[in-house]
């Protein structure tokens, strides 16, 4: 049994993407693992990062992004299914490059992907989601967060990217234009990885996390309008009141200790449970009908989501 690792990404270290962390953390895991470079920024040095690894491993895969041929995300989708197409192994491993994986799970990874490797029912595996937000030690357990989603699928061509590369679906003979195409896709039949990933997309200091959510924004929206919302924000970014958010109890992977105590953006946050300031870009868990939710959920439904879409099939494997 082999396993590919993959992932693609543009800009990393000019927007505080953890990506050498992402890369390291499931590095012992796999037998390669393939990188999609697109064509970064003047001054971003995330070649450097990856390289600096210095694992036979690892292999390179340059790009050029166009998020005119490829609008609303799928950009994203993409250069996913590019770096997808250069993997070689029999499971393939795709993180993003704000996500890692905790070395305690990497045994029971294995041993998931040795279990399934012939059993044709199971298309993929998913993962148990921890969204970290602000800082390290509090993350979101809010309606309209995603628990779940899939990180390890079989090497068949007719699996692809869907979306904006948040998930997988089967798409039987794609002309791999429209990743956002719904008719003629199928949701992958997956098992539990019975493991998390940890998703640092939402912690960095605010000035990067405005970048990023700008970066993010252009590519599902497009420059012009981006430079229209954008025009009067501030610089920073408002994580709102951290008192609402849950307590991390848990322990960061290894490889995320030095990245971790770069962590001084402290006294820009607010540890209270009420807003300190009028923001007029609210995240969706900060909304009075999303807090209800959430609400409900957590304390009547013992964590239950209402209404929440699941892109997979989930078998009993």
């Known amino acids: 049994m082999t396993i590919s690792g993959f992932t693609m990404v543009k800009n990393a270290t000019l927007l505080y993407y953890p990506i050498r962390q992402s890369i390291e953390s499931i590095l012992p895991l796999v037998d390669e693992f393939v990188v999609v470079l697109g064509d970064c920024s003047a001054g971003d040095r995330t070649e450097e990062e990856i390289l600096a690894i210095g694992s036979p491993k690892i292999r390179l895969v340059k790009t050029v992004w166009d998020i005119q041929q490829y609008p609303s995300g799928t950009e994203n989708a993409h250069q996913t299914d590019i770096a997808k197409s250069h993997c070689t192994g029999d499971w393939l491993f795709?993180?993003?490059?704000?996500?890692?994986?905790?070395?305690?799970?990497?045994?029971?990874?294995?041993?998931?992907?040795?279990?399934?490797?012939?059993?044709?029912?199971?298309?993929?595996?998913?993962?148990?989601?921890?969204?970290?937000?602000g800082d390290y030690w509090h993350h979101q357990v809010s309606h309209g967060w995603y628990k779940h989603e899939i990180r390890i699928v079989r090497n068949r061509l007719d699996i692809h990217s869907w979306e904006s590369a948040q998930s997988f679906r089967r798409i039987p003979g794609f002309e791999g234009k429209n990743y956002r195409q719904k008719a003629g896709t199928y949701k992958l039949k997956v098992a539990m990885a019975n493991a998390q990933v940890y998703h640092y997309g939402w912690v960095r200091p605010p000035q990067f996390m405005q970048s990023k959510k700008k970066a993010l924004d252009t590519i599902h929206k497009g420059e012009e309008l981006v430079g229209q919302l954008y025009h009067n924000r501030p610089d920073g970014y408002d994580y709102g009141p951290l008192g609402r958010a849950a307590k991390f109890k848990g322990t960061h992977p290894a490889v995320m200790r030095d990245w971790i105590a770069r962590f001084d953006w402290q006294d820009e946050l607010n540890y209270s449970s009420k807003s300190t300031a009028v923001r007029t870009d609210l995240h969706k868990h900060d909304l009075p009908k999303y807090r209800l939710l959430t609400f409900i959920e957590q304390r009547l439904l013992g964590g239950k989501g209402i209404g929440t879409f699941k892109n997979y099939v989930l078998t009993d494997k």
Do not use: M, S
């Open 94 to 133: 795709y993180l993003q490059a704000d996500e890692v994986v905790h070395e305690q799970y990497l045994p029971i990874i294995k041993r998931r992907c040795e279990v399934l490797l012939h059993d044709p029912e199971v298309e993929g595996l998913l993962f148990d989601y921890v969204h970290f937000w």
